[in-house]
Antibody, heavy 121, light 110 residues
Framework: QGQLVESGGGVVQPGRSLRLSCAAS????????MDWVRQAPGKGLEWVAA????????YYTDAVRGRFTTSKDNSNNALFLQMSSLRVDDTAVYYC??????????????WGQGTMVTVSS | QSVLTQPPSASGTPGQRVTISCSGS????????VYWYQHLPGTAPKLLID???QRPSGVPDRFSGSKSGTSASLAISGLRSDDEADYYC???????????FGGGTKLTVL
């Protein structure tokens, strides 16, 4: 079925940077588009970013565009989210998510357990 | 404020049928598929309904989805206590060029 394991979360001050990683296993990583979805405390799910199967193209929600960059390493079955200029409202559990196909129009069929990012002074 | 609108809560007794609505616009539900996710406490969300009304492998037929125009709904029949979860609708939005979610509906089984 496949597994996704996030790492890299933690507590960071506003304005600083953080890099999240996601290790994929149990499936062939290369053909799939990948996404990041977050959930702020007490709030609902919010899509953050997507990267194409070949890792060349990314889409971002307006709230993070220009501050976050996602990348996909098909050689090492890994997904990354580089977050900079972090704000308090970026505080959330960040989920690594697999799209069910190569298109970012495909739904999310495998989710990681999430990693918590807390932005606080 | 979520782009897709869901009721914040729903409830029912065991065995009952409940429905959860999801309202959007022409740029999302009106022109793209709707998906439903189930988020049980302490677990990762799970794809419950694919492409408006398709059940992924392993999802019981007690769960069904429908779509009409710019709205969609999720129906759960034969309600069970382990259906207690948060349910989210989602769709691609052509204007935003990104995925949009509903605010989530917390289902309580009384």
């Amino acid at each position: 079925q496949g597994q996704l394991v996030e790492s890299g979360g933690g507590v960071v001050q506003p304005g600083r940077s953080l890099r999240l990683s996601c290790a994929a296993s149990g499936f062939t990583f290369r053909p799939y588009s990948m996404d990041w979805v977050r959930q702020a405390p007490g709030k609902g799910l919010e899509w953050v970013a997507a990267v194409s199967a070949d890792g060349r193209n990314g889409y971002y929600t307006d709230a993070v565009r220009g501050r976050f960059t996602t990348s996909k390493d098909n050689s090492n079955n890994a997904l990354f989210l580089q977050m900079s200029s972090l704000r308090v409202d970026d505080t959330a559990v960040y989920y690594c998510v697999r799209a069910s196909g190569s298109s970012w129009l495909d739904p999310f069929d495998i989710w990681g357990q999430g990693t918590m990012v807390t932005v606080s002074s | 404020q979520s782009v897709l609108t869901q009721p914040p809560s729903a409830s029912g007794t065991p065995g009952q049928r409940v429905t959860i609505s999801c309202s959007g616009s022409n740029s999302n539900i009106g022109s793209n598929y709707v998906y439903w996710y189930q988020h049980l406490p302490g677990t990762a969300p799970k794809l419950l309904i694919d492409r408006n009304n398709q059940r992924p492998s392993g999802v019981p037929d007690r769960f069904s989805g429908s779509k009409s125009g710019t709205s969609a709904s999720l129906a759960i029949s034969g309600l069970r206590s382990d259906d207690e979860a948060d349910y989210y609708c989602a769709s691609w939005d052509d204007s935003l060029s990104g995925w949009v979610f509903g605010g989530g509906t917390k289902l309580t089984v009384l």
